[in-house]
Each structure stands twice: as C-alpha cells, then as structure tokens.
C-alpha cells in the first residue's frame, strides 16, 4: 500500500529558531499533500494545502508566512515553522493523495511532535 | 459550513460491542472516512463509505445513511488495544482535504 515517509518525528527547538518537516511519498506520486496541526486531546485541523509546482493555499488563520510549505516535487512536501514559540508546539502531520484519485489514497505520515522551548 | 459531530468520550467493556456515531452537515459529500488514531501516533485508516449501507471488515463495520447524513462505527469483540479515538471525517468534493470531526475518546475496561 501507499507509504508517507514523514520526518522527523520529534524536534525540540528553542524559540526563535525554525525547524523543516520533510513528507515524502515513497511508492507513488504524491500531487495534493495537506498539512494538518493537532493540539493535545483535539482533532486535525487543516493548516494548508500544496499542490506540486504551485503555491500552497492556506486555511484560515494559518499564517502563510510562518509556515513556510514547498512542494517542489511530487514525492517531497516541506512544512518549515519559522521563527517558532512555544506556542507553535503541537503535532504536525501530512497527509498525501494519490494523483489518480480513486476512492481511498489518502495516507498519512507518521506525524511530528514539535516541542518550542 | 462544514460541520462534523461524534461523541467526545465512550467507555466498553472487553468483549462487548460499541457503536460510535457520527453526524455530518458539509457542503458537498464525495465519502465518509473512519480512522483509529491512538495517543501521540497518526491516524490510521479503517473504513470508507461512499454508498449507503453498511461495509463489514473483520471486527469493524462502518454504515451510511447520505439522507440522513449520518455514519455509525461498530467495533465488535473489543479488545484492550481498541483504547483509542475514533475520527470521523468527510470529503466534501473530489480532490479536497477531509473534514475531521473532534474524534471519539474510546476507552475499553476489563
């Protein structure tokens, strides 16, 4: 089946500093990848969507320029926190549907635990 | 708006049978997506209903009701490992993200 690598699975940085997320699809090609932030006890809430090549469109309140995505290929999806605080700190997760669609094809990386100290 | 409801808690004993529903109001409906999710891991995928009726796979069966706008997960036999939450979540049109509801804390007793 699908497989979405996602690294790493758990960062610790202090305040200030930025930290990369890397999401890369391994047996298919990977044209939608959605970011998505879940706070402790809380749903996923969908933070962006990348589509390969293009700009990522943000949700609501994401602040595009803090969370940095780029979709340079359709096998690699990078989220960057820049400039994180600790109120940054949550559980990131990708997720990544196959081009051809179909009624299945959304995996989901292993997720990253993100701790601003 | 979209919008997805599921109990936030549920409590079953070893053995039993539980059935965690789900509510769905959202602008379109291209599926219905029921995912386990234990703590501090992401979530992993258990059913999809796109029909209406009910999808048997092994311990778990998921059902549809489109008209109604309502889905229902049932797990049969429960084991101490079902401890978990339960996400509920709906595609609204083709290529789009999924809308999760809040999930469903299940907690399995002896």
């Known amino acids: 089946g699908a497989v979405v690598s996602q690294h790493p699975s758990r960062v610790i940085c202090k305040s200030g500093t930025s930290v990369k997320i890397e999401c890369r699809s391994l047996d298919f090609q990977a044209t939608t990848m959605f970011w998505y932030r879940q706070f402790p006890k809380q749903s996923l809430m969908l933070m962006a969507t990348s589509n390969e090549g293009s700009k990522a469109t943000y949700e609501q309140g994401v602040e595009k320029d803090k969370f940095l995505i780029n979709h340079a290929s359709l096998t690699l999806s990078t989220l960057t926190v820049t400039s994180a605080h600790p109120e940054d700190s949550s559980f990131y997760i990708c997720s990544a549907r196959e081009g051809r669609g179909g009624n299945y094809g959304y995996t989901f990386g292993s997720g990253t635990r993100l701790t601003v100290v | ?110």
């Open chain 2, 1 to 110: 708006g979209q919008n997805i409801d599921q109990p936030t808690e549920m409590t079953a004993t070893e053995g039993a049978i539980v059935q965690i529903n789900c509510t769905y109001q959202t602008s379109g409906f291209n599926g219905l997506f029921w995912y386990q999710q234990h703590a501090g891991e992401a979530p992993t995928f258990l059913s999809y209903n796109v029909l209406d009726g009910l999808e048997e796979k092994g311990r778990f069966s998921s059902f549809l009701s489109r008209s109604k706008g309502y889905s229902y997960l049932l797990l049969k036999e429960l084991q101490m490992k079902d401890s978990a939450s339960y996400l509920c979540a709906v595609r609204p049109r083709g290529n789009t993200p999924l809308v999760f509801g809040k999930g469903t804390r299940l907690s399995v007793i002896a």
